[in-house]
């Protein structure tokens, strides 16, 4: 089990930058796979970004490549999403996910939703032009 809290959110300019977090309790953060993911209303949830336990190796979606940086801190047990250069489109609110990883899997980022077994409420995160 583990919980996830999001923060960070709020309103921002075009072009501006925001650094969100998720603080997430236990013990074995270390070993969870992480993700962000973002939804509209009326909208499906769409991956933002991932990054594994063992390397962080990390993965993005297209619209955010050169943009979005995921990192984490394992001895805060924290993951962030520093983005940059904000648009419109980015506007949404901001979920974090977890999913436990282990010696044997395949240390590849996962970019679909159905991978992730824990979830965040949320932040909202609104770019205004």
């Known amino acids: 089990q583990v919980q996830l809290v999001e923060s960070g959110g709020g309103l921002v300019q075009a072009g501006g930058s925001l650094r969100l977090s998720c603080a997430a309790s236990?013990?074995?953060?270390?070993?969870?796979?992480m993700a962000w993911f973002r939804q509209v209303p009326g909208k499906e949830r769409r991956f933002v970004a991932a990054?594994?336990?063992?390397?962080?190796?990390?993965n993005y979606a297209d619209s955010v490549k050169g943009r979005f940086t995921i990192s984490r801190d394992n001895a805060k047990n924290t993951v962030y999403l520093q983005m940059n250069s904000l648009t419109p489109e980015d506007t949404a609110v901001y979920y974090c996910?977890?999913?436990?990883?282990?010696?044997?899997?395949?240390?590849?980022?996962?970019?679909?939703?159905?991978?992730?077994?824990?979830w965040g409420q949320g932040t909202q995160v609104t770019v205004s032009s």
């Open positions: 996910a977890a999913v436990k990883g282990s010696d044997y899997d395949s240390d590849v980022p996962r970019a679909y939703e159905s991978a992730y077994d824990y």
């Open positions: 990054i594994t336990w063992r390397a962080g190796r990390s």
């Open positions: 236990g013990r074995t953060f270390s070993r969870y796979h």
